[in-house]
């Protein structure tokens, strides 16, 4: 391998042939690593996505500790919202905290469009770490437009979603116009990174599994689309991960999608056959199994591994982020393993 396109990830995500099933872990930057919390204490979140160095230092620390076949670029869905001038804040043990949640119209208003000089600390942070890592692949990430939307209309985190229900099927022009700001402050957001290096991006919706697949279709694929396709010009594969989204994965393909990522309530066999051999798919070990037995565990891995070989691309990866009490030796020896089993 001489390069990020030449590596496993990439070609896997491009349907081509690999010499070892790639494995990356979601919220791998940081959460179960000490080295994370001791060069993060005293910074808070949001300050510390502004950081180039320190950005680039937490970025790589799951990489030269697990030997991922990946980096996932260390930041915050949020943080293109306040680049634009949104009023929030990260609060520990809870979340994204909007200081006045958008249920107007005129909220509208406080949500400009995102441009590259919005941000430019991620440029700078993509830029040091394509030099860092050579040939591993840096994965780029957005939030979605309804994660974003959800986030904004409900002032913070909600298990319900219910004013964003609410706004949704009560002022469905509204919701398109709020959505169609987010599509485009995502779309850049990615854009950004894709230009100045990251060789994949990821596009994480994860509230979208509260609706069904008809109102999903109707009121969010076609944001997520327009949020895609802001790097159709960039010549990277395009990750496209939800919560709770086994009805909806044949849609989040049409999105326009390389990779459709499956979380842990789904087989990787039930996915393939609802997505018909269309797309790679990402996924999809529990997070909770990290605590469980090895034996246990080993053969979980084993068994997605092998569900993994009848995909047209396969990512190993958990359903949902790493929980931050995760064992850091544990996920170090489910990458030794898959790099194991899943040789070709």
């Given at each position: 391998?001489?390069?990020?396109?030449?590596?496993?990830l990439?070609?896997?995500?491009?349907?081509?042939?690999?010499?070892?099933?790639?494995?990356?872990?979601?919220?791998?930057?940081?959460?179960?690593?000490?080295?994370?919390?001791?060069?993060?204490e005293?910074?808070?979140?949001?300050?510390?996505?502004?950081?180039?160095?320190?950005?680039?230092?937490?970025?790589?620390?799951?990489?030269?500790?697990?030997?991922?076949?990946?980096?996932?670029?260390?930041?915050?869905?949020?943080?293109?919202?306040?680049?634009?001038?949104?009023?929030?804040?990260?609060?520990?043990?809870?979340?994204p905290?909007?200081?006045?949640?958008?249920?107007?119209?005129?909220?509208?208003?406080?949500?400009?469009?995102?441009?590259?000089?919005?941000?430019p600390?991620?440029?700078?942070?993509?830029?040091?770490?394509?030099?860092?890592?050579?040939?591993?692949?840096?994965i780029?990430?957005?939030?979605?437009?309804f994660?974003?939307?959800?986030?904004?209309?409900?002032?913070?985190?909600?298990?319900?979603?219910?004013?964003?229900?609410?706004?949704?099927?009560?002022?469905?022009?509204?919701?398109?116009?709020?959505?169609?700001?987010?599509?485009?402050?995502?779309?850049?957001?990615l854009?950004?990174?894709?230009?100045?290096?990251?060789?994949?991006?990821?596009?994480?919706?994860?509230?979208?599994?509260?609706?069904?697949?008809?109102?999903?279709?109707?009121?969010v694929?076609?944001?997520?689309?327009?949020?895609?396709?802001?790097?159709?010009?960039?010549?990277?594969?395009?990750?496209?991960?939800?919560?709770?989204?086994?009805?909806?994965?044949?849609?989040?393909g049409?999105?326009?999608?390389?990779?459709?990522?499956?979380?842990?309530?789904?087989?990787?066999?039930?996915?393939?056959?609802?997505?018909?051999?269309?797309?790679?798919v990402?996924?999809?070990?529990?997070?909770?199994?990290l605590?469980?037995?090895?034996?246990?565990?080993?053969?979980?891995?084993?068994?997605?591994?092998?569900?993994?070989?009848?995909?047209?691309?396969?990512?190993?990866?958990?359903?949902?982020?790493?929980?931050?009490?995760?064992?850091?030796?544990?996920?170090?020896?489910?990458?030794?393993?898959?790099?194991?089993?899943?040789?070709?």
């Open positions: 391998m001489t390069s990020p396109r030449d590596s496993a990439v070609r896997a995500a491009r349907k081509q042939p690999v010499t070892h099933t790639p494995v990356w872990f979601m919220r791998q930057a940081g959460r179960s690593l000490p080295e994370y919390r001791a060069v993060r005293g910074v808070g979140m949001l300050e510390s996505c502004r950081r180039p160095e320190l950005v680039t230092e937490i970025t790589l620390q799951p990489v030269r500790r697990h030997g991922v076949d990946a980096a996932i670029f260390f930041s915050d869905i949020v943080v293109p919202l306040a680049a634009v001038g949104v009023d929030l804040d990260i609060v520990a043990g809870v979340g905290v909007v200081a006045e949640p958008f249920r107007t119209r005129a909220d509208l208003d406080r949500l400009p469009e995102l441009t590259p000089e919005h941000v600390y991620i440029t700078e942070s993509v830029r040091l770490l394509v030099a860092e890592l050579g040939a591993t692949p840096l780029g990430f957005a939030g979605a437009p994660t974003l939307a959800s986030y904004l209309v409900e002032g913070g985190p909600s298990k319900n979603h219910e004013h964003t229900k609410a706004l949704m099927y009560g002022d469905p022009r509204l919701w398109h116009d709020l959505c169609a700001r987010l599509a485009q402050v995502s779309g850049a957001f854009d950004v990174q894709a230009a100045a290096g990251a060789s994949a991006v990821q596009l994480f919706d994860s509230w979208v599994g509260a609706l069904p697949r008809a109102d999903y279709e109707e009121y694929l076609p944001h997520s689309r327009t949020a895609l396709a802001a790097v159709a010009g960039r010549d990277v594969p395009t990750i496209h991960f939800g919560v709770g989204t086994g009805e909806l994965l044949p849609s989040m049409s999105a326009g999608a390389d990779v459709v990522g499956v979380d842990y309530r789904v087989s990787l066999t039930d996915a393939l056959a609802r997505l018909g051999g269309r797309y790679a990402q996924g999809n070990l529990d997070p909770a199994l605590f469980a037995p090895w034996p246990a565990l080993e053969t979980k891995v084993r068994a997605i591994v092998e569900e993994g070989r009848a995909a047209p691309g396969h990512i190993f990866n958990l359903g949902h982020g790493v929980l931050p009490s995760t064992d850091p030796d544990v996920l170090t020896r489910v990458v030794e393993l898959v790099h194991e089993v899943g040789a070709r």
